[in-house]
């Protein structure tokens, strides 16, 4: 049974730094994994999906990168911004399934 | 164009009463997928279609809940003799195809409240 987990749970940190949040997942066999934001009360915003097939990918400010063999996936951010502060999930589908699994998210502040 | 649009937004109903919800997809998507969030339980699938046809409902947390689709479009979940515990925002979302490769876009939810 596919589990996700996200680490750190919560993060805060001052405007400008740079970060990286963390996605693990137990079974390698996905057929991709998506980047999501949730701002509060609201739905979710994607922002990045990944194929099995890609290493990484690219928008803006932020770049993901999957490591099917570790179950791992990182999203980073650069130069962070107040309007970043968000709920960031990670969503994986499983081969045999079509299915998101998703993460626990991770509650980022970013403080001006 | 236009995203998926869900409604109603926020629904309060009492403990007992049957609520529907409906999801609109974004047109040409032959994939839906409704998922339920609540504070204790993060993010989980209940059940997808392809076309009008479910071949996954495994995420369906008894048999009080209940989906269809309509003409590969517009889809209702169904939950009847609510229960405080199916408070919850539920999401909806929709893909070109169910081929593991395609990104799902998610709908606004609809926040159901049970009294």
């Known amino acids: 049974k596919q589990e996700v987990t996200q680490i750190p749970a919560a993060l805060s940190v001052p405007e400008g730094e740079n970060l990286v949040l963390n996605c693990s997942f137990t079974?390698?066999?996905?057929?991709?994994l998506q980047w999501f934001r949730q701002d509060p009360g609201k739905g979710l915003t994607s922002l990045l999906l990944?194929?099995?097939?890609?290493r990484e990918q690219t928008s803006g400010r932020l770049n993901a990168s999957l490591d099917k063999s570790s179950g791992r996936s990182t999203l980073y951010i650069a130069a962070s911004q107040p309007g970043d502060s968000a709920t960031y999930l990670c969503?994986?589908?499983?081969?045999?399934?079509?299915?998101?699994?998703f993460g626990t998210g991770t509650r980022l502040k970013v403080l001006a | 164009g236009a995203g998926v649009s869900q409604s109603p937004s926020n629904k309060v109903t009492e403990k007992g009463k049957d609520v529907e919800l409906r999801c609109d997809p974004i047109?040409?998507?032959?994939?839906l997928y409704w998922y339920r969030q609540s504070l204790g339980q993060g993010l989980e699938f209940l059940i997808y279609?392809?076309?009008?046809?479910?071949?996954?409902k495994s995420g369906l947390p008894s048999d009080r809940f209940s989906a269809e689709r309509t003409g590969g479009s517009v889809s209702t979940l169904t939950i009847q003799r609510t229960q405080q515990e199916d408070s919850a925002v539920y999401l909806c979302?929709?893909?070109?195809?169910?081929?593991?490769?395609?990104?799902?876009?998610f709908g606004p939810g609809t926040r159901l409240t049970v009294t």
């Open positions: 990944i194929q099995s097939s890609q």
């Open positions: 279609f392809q076309g009008n046809s479910a071949p996954d």
């Open positions: 047109s040409g998507h032959t994939a």
């Open positions: 079974d390698s066999a996905i057929y991709n």
């Open positions: 979302a929709s893909s070109p195809w169910t081929g593991g490769g395609y990104e799902q876009y």
């Open positions: 969503a994986v589908t499983t081969s045999g399934t079509y299915k998101y699994i």
